[in-house]
């Protein structure tokens, strides 16, 4: 989904959200929203999907309330697709897709006592108490999931998926011995209930597992909790079998009791009144669940302390666990206390602190991106830390490596921020033997041998020879990638195997593959090879903004990619504009239109455009070309609060459809504002703005 260069350039932009969140910074400039939320939906997809975080949870959450924030400074900037008004997604299309009874919903974070203490300060002015009683558990680092008994039979199994839905996995699941196929229910009056979890593998069978896949030559796993996650996708149960996962079941978080059963004396003894009877429960019914390891407290305090405490014996647990959940114990007042679009108000997870340890740094290698980027690779001794074998880490760029005073041979101190990215923290020089080496940054391509190039205001090297080998693959794997050209079933895989047989050398390249030659290989059959050669086919279809972001212009992300498509007839038409004239359209400064402008320049690029062309490939904007007598021609609208009878995604479309130009946020250059129910601050800011017309989606349906 993502090529190499696009990662660094995500990561990049990472680090430069995570110094300002870091600096408490009240909020990013509008201007810089989108790209915050293209990194948060680049975490989400490595967390939830990839199950390969690049970030620590720590980062995430900073970068997140950072999107908070400036949205909360300007709720104009506020669309139904940003990060905040969902939680992440890990569907998966190999499974049948099922509707969870309640929504599964992430927890809010805190990483010290301040927070708890904030937390405990909100809950006691929502509930009007002086004190709550709070029930304290671990934190799993697996992955989650919900079960559903119906007449006391486990009857299905889900993942988490995006909140709503999630992936059936009952079959996989029913291979996991801890989880009981029948349990008795009945016995407190229940027809259906459903309860959350997390699959775990242990140290001892991860280890033991690990040591199995040496032996028969195959590559380990990274840690526990990918292992786990991983596993519940897997198509043969008996895979799943021979993992050895276990379960830590949770939370009841829907029920059904028969009518009549709850009578005056089975109220006062319900343990489904109060979660830490909910847990004991689940135990006793023959579930895994944090009976042992739970405390019932009264007060904040206590909790601090329990959870300081546990974190300080983590390692003595035989699995992996990144913190403590703290979780009202009594389930009325959770109902009162309820919860955001985003996370109940009645729990929080604290974290536990990053994980350090020491190695030695044996190596640097260069890599070399889809813009040129060259990014040194460290490799070290390999090093198991919080769950993970660390054997390389990115050391970003030559002024990085000099900062942190970096040598091979050096022995360094490396963390694990949140427990997930690993990063040099600093080089130990009272550790030097004599032997350890300065390192050399290349002055010329380590793939091609050109000479490199760095501009003054940037820290990274550059290969600008476009014919460079490692730029060429990484181009085309990005060109087919699904939020580009989304051509399914070539995938960097096949890119790299094509290229390496001479069957692929550039992109218009794969408009004229050989089919012939592609059948002899191993694993193209028919069906297959038929796949391949209808999808590549499609997407001579795909709309003009997909292409312009396929084509991997430095600094043009998706967002970016719409606003230059649509100012266009051609995509050829972007030769003949200026660097000034390119400036003047939404979200492209100076640094964007000059890459831009490069671009476009550059005759073997235009004569790669034209290519395509002749091959079939739509460079002329057609959207534009059949809406221009559109009834809403020229005509600017922005949908706030919820509509009764279309999405906001459908609304928007059929805007678009009759030529209207959908906005971001509230100005004087808005014309309409289509207000729904439950319509907040954009509506109150635009009564302010004497040339915006309000409307209902009734009139709205009306215009179109």
């Known amino acids: 989904m993502y090529g190499t260069d696009e990662i660094q350039q995500l990561q990049k932009s990472s680090l430069s959200f995570l110094d300002k969140a870091g600096h408490q910074a009240e909020a990013v400039s509008p201007k810089e929203t989108e790209r915050l939320r293209e990194v948060l939906r680049f975490h989400e997809y490595r967390y939830y999907v990839m199950s390969e975080p690049l970030v620590s949870d720590f980062e995430y959450d900073s970068l997140y309330k950072l999107l908070q924030r400036t949205e909360s400074k300007y709720p104009e900037l506020v669309s139904p697709d940003s990060p905040t008004q969902r939680v992440g997604s890990s569907l998966n299309q190999n499974f049948v897709t099922v509707q969870h009874l309640v929504p599964m919903l992430s927890l809010d974070n805190s990483y010290n ?43 299905r199994a889900a993942t988490r998926g995006d909140g709503v839905e999630g992936d059936d996995i009952t079959t996989n699941i029913k291979q996991i011995r801890s989880i009981p196929l029948t349990a008795a229910f009945s016995k407190y009056g229940i027809k259906q209930i459903e309860i959350r979890g997390e699959i775990i593998m242990s140290k001892k069978a991860f280890a033991g597992y690990n040591m199995q896949l040496v032996s028969q030559g195959l590559a ?18 008996k895979e799943v079998a021979q993992r050895n996962l276990d379960a830590f079941l949770y939370h009841v978080s829907y029920f059904i009791r028969d009518k009549g059963w709850m009578t005056g004396d089975r109220k006062k003894t319900d343990p489904l009144a109060t979660h830490a009877g909910s847990l004991e429960l689940l135990w006793n019914m023959g579930f895994r669940s944090p009976q042992k390891e739970k405390r019932v407290v009264k007060g904040i305090q206590p909790v601090i302390d329990y959870c300081l405490d546990f974190e300080a014996h983590r390692d003595d647990l035989p699995y992996e ?17 309820g919860m955001t679009s985003h996370h109940p108000r009645w729990a929080i997870a604290f974290k536990f602190k990053a994980r350090q340890a020491t190695t030695r740094l044996r190596a640097i290698e260069f890599q070399v991106g889809r813009t040129g ?57 009272e550790l030097r033997e004599g032997t350890e080496t300065e390192i050399v940054f290349p002055k010329n391509c380590p793939v091609c041998g050109s000479e490199l190039f760095k501009e003054e205001t940037e820290a990274v090297w550059r290969c600008i020879n476009i014919e460079c080998e490692a730029q060429v693959v990484e181009r085309i794997i990005h060109f087919v990638s699904k939020d580009a050209m989304d051509i399914k079933s070539f995938g960097e895989a096949n890119v790299r ?47 003009l903004n997909r292409l312009m972001y396929g084509l991997g212009i430095r600094f043009v992300g998706e967002t970016t990619a719409k606003t230059l498509a649509n100012s266009v007839e051609h995509l050829l038409d972007f030769a003949g504009k200026t660097e000034e004239e390119l ?26 455009l034209q290519q395509l062309e002749l091959l079939g490939l739509q460079l002329k904007n057609e959207k534009k070309a059949a809406v221009a007598s559109g009834a809403l021609t020229g005509q600017t609208f922005l949908f706030t609060g919820t509509l009764s009878k279309l999405k906001r995604s459908e609304a928007e479309a059929l805007a678009e459809a009759q030529g209207g130009v959908i906005v971001s946020g509230i100005s004087a ?19 302010r703005i004497n040339t915006i017309r309000i409307i209902s989606e009734d009139e709205f349906l009306n215009l179109i």
């Open 113 to 155: 006592a301040e927070d708890l203490i904030d937390f405990d300060r909100k809950a006691r002015e929502l509930s009007a108490l002086d004190e709550i009683e709070y029930c304290i558990e671990p934190k799993f680092d697996g992955a989650s999931i919900s079960l559903i008994y119906e007449n006391d039979r486990l009857t």
């Open 497 to 543: 195997k094509f290229y390496e047989l001479g069957l692929l050398k550039d992109i218009p390249g794969i408009y004229g593959l050989d089919y012939e030659r592609i059948s002899e290989l191993e694993g193209f059959g028919k069906k297959s090879l038929d796949n391949l050669q209808a999808a590549i086919e499609a997407s001579k279809q795909q709309s």
């Open 583 to 608: 400036t003047q359209l939404e979200d492209v400064g100076v640094k964007v239109a000059k890459s831009i402008h490069g671009f476009f320049q550059n005759h073997q690029n235009i004569d790669m």
């Open 669 to 687: 250059k808005l014309n309409y504002l289509v207000v729904g129910e439950d319509a907040g601050s954009k509506l109150e800011k635009a009564k």
């Open 321 to 337: 666990i990144d913190g403590m959940v703290v979780k009202v114990n009594d389930i009325e007042l959770q109902e009162s206390l």
């Open 220 to 237: 380990p796993l990274a840690n526990p909790r990918n292992a786990a996650s991983g596993s519940l996708r897997m198509k043969d149960p």
């Open 373 to 429: 980027a060259v990014t040194p690779v460290a490799k070290l001794d390999a090093v198991y830390l919080g769950g993970v074998t660390v054997s390389s880490i990115s050391v970003h760029n030559e002024e990085y490596i000099r900062e942190k005073d970096l040598r091979i041979g050096d022995h360094v101190l490396i963390e694990r921020a949140g427990d997930v990215i690993p990063q040099i923290v600093k080089s130990l020089p």
